[in-house]
C-alpha cells in the first residue's frame, strides 16, 4: 500500500491544479472541461456511459484472451522450428509496421460492424510483445537444467513441459502485461473504424457536438478499463507463478 | 539405516552391474584438448573418483560417459553399449548445481524422472515420498527449494538422480556448492545411501579428502590426462576426524595432491 500513495498524491494535485486554472482562466467546458464537469458528465450519462463500457469491455477482454492464446501458439510453434522462426519472425516484425488506424477500416469492411474486427484489432495491437517475450522466455531455458532432464529420461516433449514452459511463464506475463495496457486503445481504434456501440463510438458521437467533458469521461474509464486488466494479469502471474521471488515489478 | 528400496516397473537395461569403460578419448573444445587420451575402467557397483583442479576435464569426462556429448577420438562404452543413446539410458547425471526445478516441490522435483519416464504423477510422488523420510527429508516435501536449505536441496537433487533408476550415477562436484560442516555431513549422508543402494558412481571433485571417503579408487586428472590411481584401501570406519588423520589417509591424500600439482 505504501508504494501506492505517491503517485495518488501526484495524481491529486494535478487534477487540483487542472480545475484551479480552468475555473481562474474561465475556460468554456466544450474547450476543455474542468475535472467537476467530467465528474458530473460520468453521473448525467452514466446511463449511456455504461452500455458503452459493457461492449467495449467485451471487445478488450475477448481481443486480449484472442491475443494471449495465438500469441503463445505461435512462440511454441517458433520455439520448436528453426525453420519457422526464420521465415515468420521478420514477418511478425515487418506486421508491427503496418498502423493500425489503416488495418482497422479495411478489416470493418470485410468482416461488417459486428464485434469480430474490433477483437481481431485488439489481438493484433496486443499479441506481438507476447510473442517476442515468450519466444524468448522459451530460448533461455538453462542449458543446465536441459542436460540434467536428458539423463532423468527427459524427451523434447518433457523438457519442453516441465523445464522450458514454466521457465519461460515470467517473460511471458511481462509480455501479457505490456499488451494489457495496448488493449483499450485497440478497442477504440476498432471502434472507429466502423460500429454503433461502445466507448469510442461515445467518443467520436460527442466530438462534433461538442461534448468535451462526456469525451473525457469516455477516456477516463477507458483508462480504468486498462488498468483493470493490468492488474488481472498481474494477479493472474501471482497465481501461475507462485515460486518467483517478490515481484521485481511494480 | 535402514535398507532403501525403490520399487521399479524397468529394470535398468543392462541390469544393475554396469560397468564404464573409457579408451584413448579425446575432446577438443575451444581449441584446447580438454581430454588427451583418457582411460578409464569402472567395474559395476564401483566408486570411482577423479580429482583435479578446475578446468582439468573432469565435468567434459562426465558429459561424454553420460551420453551428452562425444569423443573427438577414442571410445566410450557404459555397460557394454558404446552409442550415445545407450549410455544416455544408463546413466544418470547429478550436475554442478542443484538444478532444482524453482517451480517444483522438493517431492515433486525428486519424483521428476518418474513422470518423464511416464509414470502418473499420483504414482510418482507415491514411490518418492518413502525415501524423504529414510533420507531425513520428512517434512519439506511440500518446500519449494527456494525454502530449503543448500545441503536440503542437494540431498533433493541427489534423490532425484536415484529415482531416476538408472545402474550408473554421474556425480559433478555434488557438494561443492556447501559451506564445510554441511558438506562434511553430507559425505556421511552419501555413503549410507550409496551403501544402502548400491550403484556404479562416478564422482567428480576438487577435493581430495571427499573423494577419499566416498570412493574405492581415486584418479587424478590433469590437463587432460590420467596422472595418477590410487586404491582406497584404508579403514574408513568410526568418526570422521579419527578416519582422515589415520596415517594411511593421510598418505593418500599426499600422494593424490602431490599428482594435481
Known sequence: MKRWWPPLVLLAAAVGIWELVVRAANVPDYLFPAPTAVASSLADDAGLLGRA???????????????????????????????????LLPLLVLSQTVPTVLLAPILAILLGYGIEPKLIVVAVVCFFPIVVNAVDGLRSADPELVRMMRTLHGGRLAIFRRVELPGALPAIFSGARVAATYAAVGAVFGEWAGSSSGLGFVILQAQPALETARIFAAVLILSALALGLYALVTLTERFLVPWQPEATHA | MSQLVIESNTAPPGGSDVDVVVRGVVRVLGGTRALDGVELDVAGRA??????RSGA??????????????????????????????RLARCALMPQRDSLLPWRTALDNAALALENAGVSRRDARRRAAPLFARLGLAGSERLRP????GGMRQRVAFLRTLLADKPVLLLDEPFGALDAITRAELQAWLANALAAEPRTVLLVTHDVEEALLLC????????????????VDVPRQGPRREVVTSPGFVQLREQALEAIE
Open chain 1, 53 to 87: 463500457t459493457l461492449v467495449t469491455v467485451r471487445e478488450i477482454v475477448a481481443g486480449y484472451l484472442l491475443a494471449v492464446a495465438v500469441a503463445v501458439a505461435i512462440a511454441v510453434v517458433l520455439h520448436f522450428s528453426t525453420a519457422f522462426r526464420r521465415a
Open chain 2, 47 to 52: 566408486r570411482v573418483g577423479i580429482v583435479g
Open chain 2, 57 to 86: 576435464g573432469k565435468s567434459t569426462l562426465l558429459s561424454l560417459v553420460a551420453g551428452l556429448d562425444e569423443p573427438d577420438a577414442g571410445t566410450i562404452a557404459v555397460g557394454g553399449e558404446a552409442a550415445a543413446r545407450e
Open chain 2, 146 to 149: 527456494a525454502k530449503l536449505s
Open chain 2, 216 to 231: 574405492d579408487r581415486v584418479l587424478v586428472l590433469s590437463r587432460g590426462r590420467m596422472t595418477a590411481e590410487l586404491d
